[in-house]
């Protein structure tokens, strides 16, 4: 019984994993700050390559007379790589800001619900939530690194 709670979790997390590589912004300017966006370039081509890698790992290595066992664990390792990027990513997804960031995602959610593009309920403040509103900042506003200064503008132009 103990099992089949832990994985529905992993599989939460992997679908969460997914919809965050979905939601964040593929701004490299973000990088420096977020190792996500690395990381969702990098699970991005694992998922691409490494199924056809780890095939090729395989025959190779069986050809070359290699133990089937060993085999097998170099192609299940090769495999689990995408699946780690994206455990790696729903993890991130739903853990809670830092203190750091609060101040920002404060901001440019005020910046949000001042310009009638959200609706002020209340949300928790994690990373999926972050990048959810850094996307929106990006498509309506513009540029969201300087989303206080342009607010600032605003106010002082009326």
Known sequence: MSRRPQQMNLIKLIHAGQNYMQICPKDKRLSTAFPEINIIR???YAIRFM???????????YYMHAKLVLCIITALFALSLPVQ??????????SALPLN???WFNQLRARLITDNIIINKPIEPTFSELMRLLDLTQKHIGDYLDIDHDHRHGEEGQ
């Open 42 to 44: 990098l699970t991005q």
């Open 51 to 61: 199924p056809p890698l780890a095939i090729a790992i395989f025959v190779w290595q």
């Open 101 to 103: 960031l609060l101040d």
């Open 85 to 94: 990027g994206l455990l790696w990513l729903g993890k991130r997804a739903k």
